[in-house]
């Protein structure tokens, strides 16, 4: 079935530019009608929804993190991308990427996901 895997270094220092791709397998980023989407957890809190990139290549941000966030994809590669830049220790998380599948109603459904990647902030 689909396979997700985040790469990308473990490591960033405060202002610079934090950079993760997602390898898909099993399954095209071009198929109808699915979001690409990353999704990060900070030490001792919850999920937070970045953003995403669909099927026909429009993106989607959170309003908290759209000033410094872009996510692009690689057809060719089966991939897509997150950059987040000027980076604070705050940005520390674990980050996901994951496909979202529309349901039969206005759901979003997030089957299949990567194991997640550690992301430390830190001079």
């Known amino acids: 079935q689909v396979r997700l895997q985040e790469s990308g270094p473990g490591l960033v220092k405060p202002s610079q530019t934090l950079s993760l791709t997602c390898s898909v397998s099993n399954g095209s980023i071009t198929t109808s009608y699915y979001y690409w989407t990353w999704i990060r957890q900070p030490p001792g809190k919850g999920l937070e929804w970045m953003g995403a990139i669909g099927y026909d290549g429009s993106t989607y941000y959170s309003p908290s993190l759209e000033s410094h966030t872009s996510i692009s994809r690689d057809t060719s590669k089966n991939q897509f991308s997150l950059q987040l830049s000027s980076v604070t220790p705050e940005d520390t998380a674990v980050y996901y990427c994951?496909?979202?599948?529309?349901?039969?109603?206005?759901?979003?459904?997030?089957?299949?996901w990567g194991q997640g990647t550690q992301v430390t902030v830190s001079s």
């Open positions: 994951a496909r979202g599948a529309p349901s039969d109603s206005d759901y979003v459904l997030y089957d299949y």
